[in-house]
């Protein structure tokens, strides 16, 4: 969680830039999705470690209470959903790609919003699906959770447990006559082929909204 003076607010789905300087001089700067609400008075993000990164292990292994960050934004006036906008809300995310979508399910729930939600999430196993217990808590109040596993599943697991395809989404649904708000988020091979088979299976493309993400530079 991070405190930031004068915070702007946020629609669910932007992202923030975060800068670091180090004592030489030299900065370094990184896109993260906000995870928090807008109703939340901070700004929560979820962050990957990656191994050999320059931000990454630093906030997740040495940022303190009392550090201070540079954060700029929130960016992205697309990737958004407001729970005034309805639904059926369809949410697809490949791994970390879950985090801005979490942001719409959690406003969702601030609001105690009743606008028909499904998420699909892939992950490689159960140990890489974020934010799992949360997901068990929303689905009892009518949110309906899907999970792929890619790599392991999980002992006896009888849901998915392959790539995302036709079939998944059609069982996923809901189905395109019913015009659903669509968010896909991932890495960017994942984004572009959900983003292919929601077309083929009839759904507009002005209907889905992406978001992607690659190897840092």
Same mark, same amino acid.
């Given at each position: 969680?991070?405190?930031?003076?004068?915070?702007?607010?946020?629609?669910?789905?932007?992202?923030?830039?975060?800068?670091?300087?180090?004592?030489?001089?030299?900065?370094?700067?990184?896109?993260?999705?906000?995870?928090?609400?807008? !109703?939340?008075?901070? &700004?929560?993000?979820?962050?990957?470690?990656?191994?050999?990164?320059?931000?990454?292990?630093?906030?997740?292994?040495? *940022?303190?209470? =009392?550090?201070?960050?540079?954060?700029? =934004?929130?960016?992205?006036?697309?990737?958004?959903?407001?729970?005034?906008?309805?639904?059926?809300?369809?949410?697809?995310?490949?791994?970390?790609? *879950?985090?801005?979508?979490?942001?719409?399910?959690?406003?969702?729930?601030?609001?105690?919003?009743?606008?028909?939600?499904?998420? *699909?999430?892939?992950?490689?196993?159960?140990?890489?699906?974020?934010?799992?217990? !949360?997901?068990?808590? *929303?689905?009892?109040?009518?949110?309906?959770?899907?999970?792929?596993?890619?790599?392991?599943?999980?002992?006896?697991?009888? =849901?998915?447990?392959?790539?995302?395809?036709? !079939?998944?989404?059609?069982? &996923?649904?809901?189905?395109?006559?019913?015009?659903?708000?669509?968010?896909?988020?991932?890495?960017?091979?994942?984004?572009?082929?959900?983003?292919?088979?929601?077309?083929?299976?009839?759904? !507009?493309?002005?209907?889905?909204?992406?978001?992607?993400?690659?190897?840092?530079?």
């Amino acid at each position: 969680m991070l405190g930031v003076p004068d915070w702007p607010g946020h629609i669910a789905g932007q992202h923030v830039d975060v800068r670091l300087t180090a004592d030489d001089g030299y900065q370094t700067e990184r896109s993260f999705s906000i995870a928090s609400p807008p !109703e939340q008075a901070t &700004v929560a993000l979820t962050v990957e470690r990656i191994d050999g990164g320059e931000v990454s292990p630093y906030l997740t292994e040495e *940022l303190c209470v =009392g550090d201070q960050l540079e954060l700029r =934004g929130p960016f992205t006036s697309y990737f958004v959903w407001r729970n005034g906008d309805g639904g059926p809300l369809l949410l697809i995310a490949g791994g970390p790609g *879950l985090v801005p979508l979490m942001a719409m399910l959690r406003h969702r729930a601030a609001n105690s919003s009743r606008v028909e939600a499904r998420v *699909l999430v892939s992950a490689r196993s159960l140990d890489d699906a974020l934010y799992r217990d !949360e997901l068990a808590e *929303l689905a009892r109040d009518g949110l309906v959770v899907h999970f792929t596993f890619t790599r392991d599943p999980p002992p006896n697991w009888r =849901g998915f447990a392959r790539r995302i395809d036709a !079939e998944m989404f059609r069982t &996923v649904g809901p189905s395109p006559r019913r015009r659903p708000r669509i968010f896909v988020c991932g890495p960017t091979t994942f984004v572009e082929q959900a983003a292919e088979l929601l077309v083929q299976l009839g759904h !507009e493309p002005d209907a889905i909204r992406t978001e992607r993400f690659g190897p840092s530079g």
